[in-house]
């Protein structure tokens, strides 16, 4: 007869069959990980023993066509940095010195794709073939090491006018791909972040170098006065013992060769200002000089012009300035040079609700101001600081209906001043309102501020990586050849057909505008 188990041992012994079979999944799982270990393992060591078989391989094939330096070692010749560095260079003594296109061609490379650190750009050029192709080294040639760079810069190159003579030679290459013409140039200036703390500076005074300014300003004003008939201005006689006039400047205990710079809308501390210059044709910078940031941009601008005009021989007809060189000094020099100039305008501090200088309308011809009553105001004197003063008839005023709008509460006429070169500002303007000088004015933001944008946004150059006015000038200088190095490439190699249709446009525009 059968036994019947109870309940009880029933429900007792299912636990321990469920938990043999458990047991033996958990070792055939494990089982299955130690062969897919296995597997994998075999698969990697497989993979793995082809990393050091040898190849034969061409390295040129292995930068792409269309890799930009491979367009920048095409059209750009690069044998006139030996030549230009030679003198610097024993040839009879001491160990074989690496050749200096390497060094500033490597230079290039971290200019080219914004790599801040020598350190690090050593590191990019070991592993990338493309860099290795460009300073021609093989797979496995040595790269020279970081020091190498910077112990030629401070030792070698050091108080040379390398970098300046390499920036000039690449625009000249422009040139003599008709790239540059010279006619219609853009100029502007851009700050860039020292190297210093803003919080440590000691207070100092620098003297101001104005007498040239000062004596073609009294000579016109003696001539002004003379044609309206006025008496010569009692002056001192120029005494060499008499100390030149002097400002008080913050100076940097880091940097002492920045400047503090404090305009509106921009941020304040220490800088330094890349004053650059572009040609219209093809954007080509022409010009690059760095100065502190306490400097104005007028300063230069005249002196910088010439230089470039006789360094490249230009014929320049036109250029394209914003308002902050709207100033009669630099009108007047343009003008006598022979040079139209397409301006931005302002119209300057004026007291809320009343008229100001724009309202009065001149007349050169009978040499007065009109004001929009009708009244004229006439010529008075010169002063000595350069200003003509028209005054208006008191009686006029007195009983004028708008004289609330037009005059402050305690004044009896109204007064305007005029500069003695305020005559060439108003043929900058007159030029600027015309069609030419508005489509010259129309292309400012995409010559020089695109310029500026670049050298920021992909080289690197919203900052100083070096402290010393000769270093940052290097890093300005660099960067804006390897800038007109990538424009020439771009132009000659990948879009020659858009380059032409810009200029087909700018000539027709041109000539229907002259018409």
Same mark, same amino acid.
């Given at each position: 007869m059968e036994q019947v188990v109870p309940w009880a041992d029933k429900r007792a012994a299912l636990p321990f069959q469920a938990a043999d079979k458990v047991l033996?999944?958990?070792?055939?799982? /494990?089982?299955?990980?130690?062969?897919?270990?296995?597997?994998?393992?075999?698969? *990697?060591?497989?993979?793995?023993?082809?990393?050091?078989?040898?190849?034969?391989?061409?390295?040129?094939?292995?930068?792409?066509?269309?890799? @930009?330096?491979?367009?920048?070692?095409k059209h750009i010749d690069f044998s006139f940095i030996n030549d230009m560095c030679r003198e610097y260079y024993c040839l009879d003594n001491g160990r074989p010195a690496i050749e200096p296109v390497i060094i500033f061609k490597m230079l290039f490379i971290g200019y080219l794709f914004g790599i801040r650190s020598e350190r690090r750009l050593v590191e990019e050029v070991k592993v990338n073939i493309a860099y290795r192709w460009f300073l021609d080294y093989k797979l496995a040639?040595?790269?020279?090491?970081? &020091?190498v760079?910077?112990?030629?810069?401070?030792?070698?190159?050091?108080?040379?006018?390398?970098?300046?003579?390499i920036f000039d030679n690449i625009v000249w290459q422009a040139i003599d791909k008709g790239l540059v013409d010279g006619k219609v140039l853009y100029s502007d200036?851009?700050?860039?972040?020292?190297?210093?703390?803003k919080g440590k500076y000691t207070k100092a005074y620098v003297?101001? &170098?104005?007498?040239?300014?000062?004596?073609? @300003?009294?000579?016109?004003?003696?001539?002004?006065?003379?044609?309206?008939?006025?008496?010569?201005?009692?002056?001192?006689?120029?005494?060499?013992?008499?100390?030149?006039?002097?400002?008080?400047?913050?100076?940097?205990?880091?940097?002492?060769?920045?400047?503090?710079?404090?305009?509106?809308? /921009?941020?304040k501390g220490f800088f330094y200002l890349d004053h650059r210059t572009v040609d219209s044709k093809a954007n080509i910078i022409t010009d690059v000089y760095v100065t502190p940031g306490n400097v104005n941009d007028v300063d230069p601008y005249i002196g910088r012009l010439k230089t470039q005009i006789s360094k490249f021989g230009f014929e320049t007809e036109c250029v394209g300035l914003d308002a902050g060189y709207n100033t009669n000094i630099i009108c007047r020099d343009l003008s006598r040079m022979g040079i139209s100039a397409a301006l931005g305008y302002r119209r300057?501090?004026?007291?809320?609700?009343?008229?100001?200088?724009?309202?009065?309308?001149?007349?050169?011809?009978?040499?007065?101001?009109?004001?929009?009553?009708?009244?004229?105001?006439?010529?008075?004197?010169?002063?000595?600081?350069?200003?003509?003063?028209?005054?208006?008839?008191?009686?006029?005023?007195?009983?004028c209906p708008r004289r609330e709008e037009c005059l402050a509460e305690k004044q $009896?006429?109204?007064?305007?001043?005029?500069?003695?070169?305020?005559?060439? /500002?108003?043929?900058?303007?007159?030029?600027? /309102?015309?069609?030419?000088?508005?489509?010259i004015y129309a292309r400012r933001k995409e010559t020089i501020e695109r310029s500026f944008a670049d050298s920021k946004e992909l080289h690197g150059l919203r900052y100083c990586r070096m402290r010393g006015l000769a270093k940052v000038s290097e890093q300005c200088l660099l960067t804006a050849a390897v800038q007109n190095m990538k424009k020439i $490439?771009?132009?000659?190699?990948?879009?020659? @057909?858009?380059? *032409?249709?810009?200029?087909?446009?700018?000539?027709?525009?041109l000539n229907y505008c002259l018409s």
């Open positions: 033996a999944a958990f070792f055939i799982i /494990k089982k299955y990980g130690k062969i897919k270990e296995t597997l994998e393992n075999a698969m *990697l060591e497989e993979q793995n023993s082809h990393q050091g078989e040898m190849e034969l391989v061409i390295i040129d094939s292995l930068v792409p066509e269309d890799h @930009l330096l491979r367009k920048i070692k040639d040595k790269i020279p090491d970081a &020091s760079i910077w112990q030629n810069r401070r030792r070698r190159f050091k108080n040379t006018d390398i970098p300046q003579r200036s851009t700050h860039l972040k020292a190297n210093a703390n003297a101001q &170098s104005t007498k040239g300014y000062i004596d073609d @300003l009294d000579k016109d004003i003696e001539q002004d006065r003379e044609a309206h008939g006025k008496k010569p201005l009692n002056r001192k006689d120029d005494d060499d013992s008499n100390p030149p006039p002097t400002r008080e400047i913050k100076q940097s205990t880091t940097d002492p060769e920045s400047g503090f710079m404090h305009r509106d809308g /921009k941020p300057g501090c004026q007291q809320k609700g009343k008229y100001g200088k724009y309202k009065f309308k001149y007349i050169p011809e009978w040499d007065v101001y009109i004001c929009p009553q009708r009244c004229y105001l006439s010529y008075r004197t010169t002063t000595r600081i350069g200003y003509r003063e028209y005054t208006a008839d008191e009686s006029h005023c007195q009983g $009896a006429f109204k007064i305007l001043r005029r500069h003695v070169w305020e005559d060439y /500002k108003d043929m900058m303007y007159q030029f600027t /309102k015309t069609d030419y000088g508005k489509q $490439a771009m132009l000659l190699d990948g879009r020659p @057909l858009r380059f *032409l249709q810009r200029r087909l446009y700018d000539v027709f525009h």
